[in-house]
């Protein structure tokens, strides 16, 4: 029990860097997808221009030169945030095993971060196909090396959870240099590829910054309020944190469809608007929540309908984790409801991307998360005294308003697009 809560707790503050660093590059694919449709625009074909690869070639060499130093700096924070874990409310068995786990993820941020930048580049070029088959092969590897690192395989040492983490950093370096083989191999990426980062435009590199900042602390305010719960489950026991834990890596894969229709919807404006093809932008958004409500449907009905076998990979056939089960099944009805708002908001920041507006996510996020769903979270688990459930109740309040305020935006900005 103690190491589940614990690596949930790691994995939860380890992603609030992992998300902020993904964020500083997020804004690469658009900007790749804006310049390939105003080359064809300029050409009247798919064929790019000079100016086209100029650009893009820039864009290139400028993320990978920001993903490396804000990599590094994200490391160096990371090291440091493990002195402090004792204030966090935790028991000190957990905080004495999630330090490890920390520390031994933090180094994989750097391949993760330039894989982003490929990975966005070849969004950009509508050419990410690719990307799949790697990471089917980095899930099973990573399943590999856990139980290596876990259990001694192979004459190894026995590494416990740290080897989780360790697992993971060496998978971010396979999957990063297996994807840029796939991208030098490919006839149409690997004409624009440009490595050289002492090349990088010093202008290139602000303007992502600048661009990047604020989905940076989209992605970091959405990655608190769930850090910030996590801590709060914590206060009711390991049972609770447990459950959560479970519950939260049932929601993320969830989480990452979304963050893929988010993206994708994202490049598809980004192109439309180089193209001048405004009229498009709301087939792009009606298709892309018709995908996403349609998948979310089916697996709630397997939340619903099955929740031990939903949750039997997590906590096993045997009964020692009883409560954690009857906890765990019991938020999965949260889940649900979470599962929705949060990806209808992934998805509505990919569209807001997409037509040039980076800074409402963060702005409705202060509103959503900082001044409703925290306060419902405090209020809903201590003062009404409803514990895990008030804590997932007013996680879930947040994510609606934020949802709400998002769309909001998005309505009134497509408008001004398509009057223009």
């Not at 690719?130 to 089917?136: F, I």
Request: net charge positive; charged share 10%; aromatic share 10%.
């Amino acid at each position: 029990m103690e190491a589940i809560a614990a690596g949930g707790l790691a994995l939860v503050l380890y992603n609030q860097f992992r998300t902020m660093c993904v964020g500083m590059v997020t804004g690469l694919g658009n900007l790749v997808a804006a310049a390939v449709g105003k080359a064809e625009t300029r050409t009247n074909s798919t064929n790019l221009d000079d100016q086209a690869i100029e650009e893009i070639q820039d864009l290139i060499r400028s993320g990978l030169l920001l993903a490396t130093i804000t990599a590094i700096v994200a490391i160096i924070f990371i090291s440091i945030l493990t002195n402090f874990l004792d204030y966090f409310g935790q028991t000190k068995v957990i905080t004495a095993l999630t330090k490890p786990i920390m520390l031994a993820l933090a180094p994989g941020l750097l391949p993760m971060l330039w894989l982003n930048v490929l990975r966005q580049y070849a969004i950009g070029m509508r050419r990410a196909g690719s990307l799949l088959l790697v990471t089917l092969i980095s899930v099973a590897l990573n399943a590999i090396l856990n139980l290596t690192f876990i259990y001694g395989w192979f004459g190894l040492p026995r590494l416990g959870l740290f080897g989780i983490g360790l697992a993971t950093t060496i998978v971010n370096f396979f999957i990063f240099f297996v994807y840029l083989r796939t991208v030098m191999l490919d006839q149409v990426l690997n004409k624009l590829i440009s490595l050289n980062l002492f090349r990088a435009k010093q202008e290139t590199v602000i303007y992502l910054t600048k661009m990047g900042m604020p989905i940076s602390l989209t992605y970091g305010s959405e990655a608190a309020i769930t850090s910030i719960a996590t801590i709060f489950m914590g206060t009711f026991g390991p049972i609770a944190l447990a459950a959560s834990n479970i519950v939260n890596q049932l929601a993320y894969i969830v989480y990452q469809l979304n963050i893929g229709l988010s993206h994708s919807s994202s490049i598809l404006v980004s192109r439309a608007i180089g193209k001048g093809e405004t009229n498009k932008i709301r087939d792009i958004a009606l298709r892309s929540f018709t995908i996403s409500f349609s998948i979310m449907a089916i697996i709630a009905l397997f939340y619903i309908a099955t929740p031990n076998l939903i949750l039997e990979p997590f906590l096993g056939r045997d009964n020692t984790n009883s409560a954690v089960l009857a906890v765990a099944t019991s938020l999965l009805w949260f889940a649900i409801a979470h599962q929705y708002f949060k990806g209808s908001q992934n998805i509505l920041i990919g569209l807001l991307r997409g037509l040039g507006n980076t800074k409402a996510g963060f702005s409705t996020t202060i509103v959503g998360y900082w001044m409703v769903g925290i306060p419902a979270m405090g209020i809903c688990g201590y003062w009404l005294t409803w514990e895990s459930y008030g804590i997932w109740f007013g996680l879930c309040i947040g994510f609606a308003v934020t949802t709400m305020l998002l769309a909001w935006c998005f309505i009134g900005l497509l408008k001004s697009k398509e009057q223009q």
